[in-house]
């Protein structure tokens, strides 16, 4: 019996419904880094506000049980806000961020961001960040 396929399967072969599952199940930043330049489909159900409301701007690392680390990675960081969060800016109802990324992610104006969770922060770094005006 010969199962070889002479037509590989390809991710952009899958249906919108089975692309938002997969989407579902990802950290959105993560997400948004790696699928909104693949090509206009992708972007178009990324970007959806349904997805960008939302936005955990974290990625857990855990080194052990005791010693999570939140940070995301400087490069993804970078790109996420120059490239895809003013696209989204007005879109984001809930941000979820960490002490290393707070303040390049707060540059940017969010008219519809009514909660803001704050990861792994540090007493004094809060209020530097909250304190200013």
Do not use: W
């Not at 970078?78 to 109802?93: A, K, Y």
């Not at 707070?102 to 004094?124: D, F, H, T």
């Amino acid at each position: 019996m010969n199962i070889s396929n002479s037509n590989p399967s390809n991710i952009e072969d899958l249906p919108n419904e089975i692309l938002l599952i997969i989407i579902n199940k990802l950290n959105i930043g993560d997400v948004v880094y790696s699928f909104v330049d693949v090509n206009k489909r992708f972007a178009q159900l990324i970007l959806n506000p349904l997805y960008t409301r939302n936005l955990n701007m974290t990625n857990i690392t855990m080194k052990s049980f005791y010693d999570p680390t939140f940070s995301i990675d400087d490069r993804v960081l970078s790109r996420i806000c120059e490239n895809n969060l003013p696209q989204i800016h007005d879109q984001v109802n809930h941000l979820t961020v960490e002490q290393d990324s707070i303040e390049r992610i707060l540059i940017g104006n969010y008219p519809q961001l009514y909660s803001l969770s704050l990861v792994n922060m540090k007493e004094k770094k809060t209020f530097s960040i909250l304190n200013r005006s």
